[in-house]
């Protein structure tokens, strides 16, 4: 695969990355696609990050200053960068991740999407007004930056997550101060050379707005354990979810956090198969079910069940699985070995626990050698057993019978994770059932579209084991934010509240 690591380098000098970064490093950079080697970067020593912490302090200090619509300004030229660099950045996604050209390329327009709507949002960063029980008296409620505010990312979304982070972050006033997963740190060095483009457009930007930690999880836990780090968004593992909450509760710190998923999909005996079949096919196989939100359960009206298997099986069947750089391709590569052993253990729990498995091998014909490249996996299940509860970051999809919609509901509900879900169905009382208090327990819930591939103007998020966290859209700005309260006395009396006399 010689061939790909050359087009690999030259999209790597495109993107601004000099030979120096890119050799002579400790952290060895893979493609999951052939195994072959990247580049070697340099890892961040632990000893700098005193240095690191107190120049996002100094950054802090001059950035809240700066108007929010003039913060805007810089995820404007930061859009307009990343549309400039798409390609690029979005081949060196499918290089580093394994993802196919259209999901690495999407990738980035969410990057995109999301400066746009920070660019909005730095103008509407708005507090209530308040009625005040005292006359002469004004309420209202200020929103002010927070400090800096520390991302740590996953090798499955590289790239947007960041974006989702850095440009709320920024615009709301607080730097930040990156940690990308071990096994994708080049495209997280590409994002700093398109941000420090935007700077030098900007123009007077205070140094240390965005700094890249390149290295493993001491560098992370240095981050999550800073006093000086008020905020720490960090997605991955439930594993790793639960060991950065209690330290960052412990300093009273905030979390964003977003962690595992356990889709499900409800199949109503009214629901468009068809429909329902393109979309399951997206979200259990789509980013070889690598995405938090893939669809991992298949909940469906056992009167429809043995007719929505065949045709998942022979739309499996026809899958071309195999390079995600060539034209066609709709499963890529696995992140790496472990993640293919993770997925065969699973597999293996499954048939124990009474699971009939259809695909799941290993792929080695007419795929690139040194990849790990699986066939994804229908498991139809007796019922809903230890492994089909638990995340594997892999394409298997679980399917389960149902006769009464509130068993479906239950079902869906009864995993410990919450991230997303979604319900195929004509029958507007399922569908409103699914949406209502006694419905999905998922932080999001879709009718009849799968549950990937979410918009960046919703907030993103979910329950449970998932925690809790909101990104993205709609007001998910407030978590990176302080909120202050105001009450403004105009009269030349002093009332108390709540009538208290203090005479003196
Ligand atoms: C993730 O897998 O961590 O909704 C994020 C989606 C994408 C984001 C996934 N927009 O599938």
Redesign the pocket.
């Known amino acids: 695969m010689k061939d790909i690591v050359m087009t690999a380098e030259t999209t790597l000098a495109k993107l601004g990355l000099t030979a120096a970064e890119l050799s002579g490093g400790t952290l060895k950079v893979t493609s999951p696609i052939d195994g072959s080697l990247l580049a070697e970067v340099h890892e961040t020593p632990a000893a700098e990050m005193g240095a690191i912490l107190a120049r996002a302090k100094a950054a802090f200090k001059a950035w809240r200053t700066v108007p929010a619509p003039r913060r805007g300004e810089l995820i404007r030229l930061l859009g307009e960068e990343l549309r400039a660099a798409k390609d690029d950045l979005g081949a060196l996604v499918s290089w580093e991740a394994g993802k196919i050209t259209s999901e690495g390329l999407g990738e980035v327009q969410?990057m995109i999407d999301i400066c746009d709507f920070a660019v909005g949002l730095s103008r509407q960063l708005y507090g209530l007004t308040i009625a005040s029980e005292r006359p002469g008296h004004r309420m209202m409620e200020t929103w002010h930056p927070a400090g800096p505010v520390g991302v740590i990312s996953?090798f499955?979304?590289p790239v947007?997550?960041w974006s989702w982070n850095a440009a709320l972050a920024l615009v709301c006033g607080d730097p930040v101060i990156w940690k990308p997963s071990e096994k994708t740190p080049l495209t997280a060095l590409a994002c700093q050379k398109i941000f420090e483009k935007a700077l030098a457009r900007f123009g007077d930007a205070p140094d240390g707005l965005l700094q890249v930690l390149v290295g493993g999880a001491d560098l992370g836990k240095a981050l999550v354990e800073s006093e000086d780090v008020p905020i720490i968004s960090a997605?991955g593992s439930t594993r790793m979810g639960r060991a950065v909450a209690p330290i960052v509760a412990q300093r009273f710190g905030k979390c964003i956090l977003?962690l595992g998923g356990n889709n499900a999909m409800i199949v109503g005996p009214s629901a468009d198969l068809e429909m329902a079949v393109r979309a399951i096919v997206f979200s259990a196989v789509g980013t070889a079910g690598q995405?938090?939100?893939s669809l991992r359960r298949l909940i469906v009206h056992n009167s429809i069940k043995d007719d929505l298997v065949a045709r998942l099986k022979r739309a499996y069947a026809g899958l071309p699985i195999g390079n995600p750089l060539t034209e066609g391709t709709l499963v890529g590569p696995l992140v790496d070995e472990a993640a293919g052993k993770a997925m065969a253990a699973a597999l293996e729990a499954a048939r124990a626990q009474g699971g009939t498995v259809f695909g799941g091998a290993r792929v080695t014909q007419d795929v690139p050698e040194g990849g790990v490249y699986v066939e994804p996996a229908i498991v139809e299940m007796p019922g809903q057993t230890e492994t089909v509860k638990t995340e594997t970051f892999a394409p298997i999809l679980y399917v389960l019978g149902y006769d009464d919609f509130s068993d479906a509901l239950e079902i869906q509900n009864d995993v410990p994770q919450g991230l997303s879900s979604c319900v195929f169905t004509l029958n507007m009382r399922e569908a409103e059932q699914f949406l209502s208090a006694a419905g999905s327990d998922c932080g999001i819930a879709n009718v009849n579209i799968g549950p990937?591939?979410?918009e960046i103007g919703g907030a993103?998020g979910g329950e449970k084991e998932t925690g809790g966290g909101r990104e993205s859209g709609s007001d998910a700005w407030k978590a990176y934010m302080r909120r202050q309260t105001n009450t403004v006395n105009y009269s030349a009396e002093l009332p108390l509240a709540q009538g208290v006399k203090f005479d003196i």
Request: charged share 20%; with cysteine; hydrophobic share 40%.
């Open positions: 969410e996953a499955n979304f947007a997550v997605t977003e995405r938090c939100t990937s591939g979410a993103f």
